[in-house]
């Protein structure tokens, strides 16, 4: 063991000489970006004479002549150990010449995630046990999308992600019973005292979000990305509401229950043979639904679920219009009527959009649901003169339902779209399956 006199002898042996000030410099820089006591080599470009009378003297080798000296850190410290400066560590040389310590790239990122990992065990500790505590306990293990989230936002936001976290764990644990259905901004209110508390946008509500995603992937396949009516669905899955009065599906001739009681306000407009525009606050009244037939109708314009509403008004079959996109209110129905149903018979229109719409619910209920008017031959007999662009048929690539493929390339072909309103009028929804099938 050589003594701190040694070391600083040595030190001033290398500041003495200014031959050794870009070498320090390069074995100083070298270390930062290793982690390992001799990294290497090193090399002085274009050195002066100065720089190589100094090395050639230490190294004991003739670097007169060279444009580039290169120089193993293993072999200066044997050479070091071969001088009076026996036994004085390289690395503590170079900490001792700059004053300073020197931790390498990953010496610091060690160290890093070891604060990290810290950071989250506190949070984890004060949740242990709960809901919340399970998630982040998975997260941990995993290191998956959400854990390098929390990192990245812990290297940039540590004092704001502690708070937010702290806020998402008691939501988490919080969460509405089966019983009720809360919307958002009452629920971040009551738990967290911020109606805004869990706005998407913010780092609250975005970490709330992932939980969530997380909580619903235990055990199951993971999708992290949502879109809006995912979300949405995602948040009502937990007994949360937002947008439940814009969000609504229009229906006729269906019952709804809360458990084995019928709710007064469904009965009334099945009674009276009316459609009701059903908000998501409707739908979160009741638990299940009952009907007169195995089979239910839906569209996707209003306008053709009023036609067929007036062609079957001696019948009690459940209809139901989306609207075009399905909103969550229309999901939340159509889970419900999938239940009591044998067939669920979708019609819409033959655009890309349309199509797009047909492969979400035909993807959605598989078999239970049989598609009207997306077969070539009707598309063919009601083209319309629209035009449909290249931007819009490209929407027709992620189609994953094989019986919307012939379909799409014909539309591919053609560039033309073909209408629900048409479909109708001219019979051809009714001379298919459903009318095969249910007499109609």
């Not at 063991?1 to 600083?8: F, G, R």
């Amino acid at each position: 063991m050589y003594s701190e006199k040694l070391l600083e002898e040595a030190v001033e042996y290398f500041k003495s000489n200014k031959g050794f000030k870009r070498m320090m410099e390069k074995m100083k820089n070298k270390y930062l970006s290793f982690n390992r006591e001799t990294p290497g080599s090193i090399s002085i470009e274009n050195p002066s004479k100065e720089e190589k009378d100094a090395m050639s003297g230490f190294m004991k080798k003739d670097y007169l002549r060279n444009k580039t000296i290169t120089i193993s850190l293993k072999k200066f410290q044997q050479r070091l150990d071969e001088t009076r400066f026996e036994g004085v560590l390289l690395k503590e040389l170079i900490e001792k010449y700059f004053g300073h310590e020197i931790i390498s790239l990953k010496e610091e990122t060690e160290q890093k995630q070891e604060k990290f990992n810290e950071y989250l065990d506190e949070i984890l500790n004060e949740n242990k046990g709960t809901l919340s505590g399970k998630i982040l306990e998975k997260v941990l293990s995993e290191k998956s999308e959400n854990y390098i989230l929390l990192k990245s936002k812990y290297e940039k936001e540590n004092a704001e992600l502690k708070k937010a976290m702290m806020e998402v764990c008691k939501c988490i644990n919080n969460l509405p019973n089966n019983d009720e259905k809360v919307r958002l901004p009452i629920f971040a209110t009551k738990i967290i005292n911020n109606p805004h508390g869990l706005d998407k946008k913010n780092l609250t509500g975005k970490l709330f979000i992932n939980f969530l995603i997380q909580l619903e992937m235990i055990g199951k396949i993971k999708k992290t990305r949502k879109n809006s009516e995912e979300l949405s669905e995602l948040y009502y899955k937990h007994n949360l509401l937002i947008d439940d009065v814009s969000n609504m599906v229009l229906c006729k001739n269906i019952r709804g229950y809360k458990g084995a009681e019928e709710h007064s306000g469904w009965k009334g407009f099945f009674d009276n043979n009316e459609a009701i525009q059903a908000t998501l606050d409707n739908l979160s009244q009741i638990d299940n639904v009952k009907v007169e037939t195995n089979y239910a109708i839906v569209v996707e314009n209003p306008a053709v679920f009023m036609l067929i509403a007036e062609k079957l008004s001696n019948k009690k079959v459940p209809l139901v219009c989306t609207y075009g996109q399905v909103k969550l209110s229309g999901i939340v129905l159509l889970n419900m009527l999938s239940k009591v149903c044998d067939k669920i018979y979708y019609s819409g229109d033959s655009d890309p959009e349309g199509i797009q719409i047909a492969d979400k619910i035909k993807q959605r209920f598989k078999d239970k649901v049989c598609l009207l008017g997306f077969d070539t031959d009707t598309y063919y007999k009601v083209l319309s003169d629209v035009t449909v662009s290249t931007e819009r048929l490209k929407k027709l690539e992620h189609i994953q339902s094989l019986e919307l493929l012939e379909l799409c390339n014909a539309m591919r072909k053609e560039k033309r779209a073909a209408y629900e309103e048409r479909k109708l009028m001219n019979g051809l929804i009714e001379r298919n399956k459903m009318t095969k099938y249910h007499g109609l």
